[in-house]
């Protein structure tokens, strides 16, 4: 990576061992990180002492707007730094990341991009759901449920991708579960049709409600279940009585069942750890 350049990188859905060699290259070049929330905070340190780090994450009272992190990358660059661009999950996966390239590409700024392993599929696979499974799933897709997170709304037609697919994955839904279950539900997928939800994947914060569709919207508030959480749709979710693997030492909690009233916030049962896994930005309230 030569100086000023930017690099667009993928940091892994949570795990920090789920980066890339590549990533890892970049970052402990790098003079200038600008980081997302839902970076593993542990991962910054692994760029040199000089590097300076900068937060351009989404929190409630401390957004960064999009066109100020684009500001900020072509300033570094052009100082001729050695910047990277690290994002959660893979950078081209409802992460924004073509958008930024589009205008390194208009400022004439070499930049490169380093995939990620993306949250839609490395989540499910921490709580034993695959996206495929022979004779049981041989499609799927990936869907937002905020097309654009800042200005709320979706594009998506719910209508064509509720039955196209055997496994339907859905990022940033948390908070339009009961919209979407029903839209599912009206285009033709049976209410009896297995679906997670899965919080804090890949960390030691992981927390799993697997529900029908018919019965997930009183699952998922009884538990007070809040983002970041990727849904999966499918009869692949019941693979997890199987294939469940993660969360051994007491990790990858099944939300306990009981009623929005009675249920305990996710946060408080979570166990107590001394460094935390998950990215420390999130404490914050979310607006993702
Ligand atoms: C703005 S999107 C970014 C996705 C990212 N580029 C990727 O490839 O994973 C953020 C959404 O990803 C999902 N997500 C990312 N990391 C997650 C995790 N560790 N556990 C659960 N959901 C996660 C959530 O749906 C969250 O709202």
Redesign the pocket.
């Known amino acids: 990576m030569s100086p000023g350049t930017v690099a667009i990188v993928?940091a892994g859905?949570?795990d920090a061992g789920l980066i890339t060699v590549r990533a890892l290259e970049r970052l402990r070049a790098a003079d200038v990180v600008l980081y997302d929330r839902?970076v593993d905070p542990r991962l910054l340190d692994e760029a040199p002492a000089h590097a300076e780090r900068i937060f351009v994450g989404k929190r409630v009272g401390d957004h960064v707007l999009q066109p100020r992190i684009n500001e900020l990358l072509v300033l570094h660059a052009r100082r001729g730094r050695r910047v990277v661009r690290l994002?959660?999950?893979?950078?081209f996966?409802?992460?924004r990341g073509s958008e930024e390239a589009d205008v390194l590409a208009a400022a004439g700024i070499p930049f490169e991009i380093v995939p990620?392993v993306?949250?839609?599929v490395a989540?499910p696979a921490y709580a034993g759901i695959p996206a495929t499974h022979r004779g049981v799933a041989s499609s799927f897709a990936v869907v937002?449920a905020h097309e654009d997170?800042d200005k709320g709304g979706s594009t998506v037609d719910w209508s064509a991708v509720a039955t196209a697919v055997d496994t339907l994955v859905i990022?940033?839904?948390?908070s339009r579960l009961a919209g979407i279950v029903d839209r599912l539900v009206v285009a033709g997928r049976r209410p009896d049709t297995p679906i997670a939800l899965?919080?804090?994947?890949?960390?030691d914060e992981q927390v799993v409600v697997t529900a029908t569709l018919a019965d997930i919207v009183d699952r998922a508030a009884a538990a007070a279940l809040r983002?970041?959480?990727?849904a999966v749709v499918g009869d692949v979710v019941r693979l997890r009585e199987r294939l469940r693997w993660f969360g051994e030492d007491g990790h990858d909690r099944d939300a306990p069942v009981g009623t929005a009233d009675d249920a305990e916030p996710v946060e408080q049962l979570s166990r107590p750890r001394g460094a935390a896994r998950r990215p420390q930005t999130a404490a914050t309230p979310s607006l993702?």
């Not at 994002?87 to 950078?91: A, I, Q, R, S």
């Not at 990022?171 to 948390?174: E, N, S």
């Not at 983002?227 to 990727?230: A, L």
Request: without cysteine; charged residues 10%.
């Open positions: 993928g859905p949570g839902l994002k959660g999950g893979d950078p996966v409802f992460g990620g993306t949250s839609a989540v937002t997170p990022l940033m839904g948390a899965i919080r804090w994947g890949t960390t983002p970041p959480v990727v993702v």
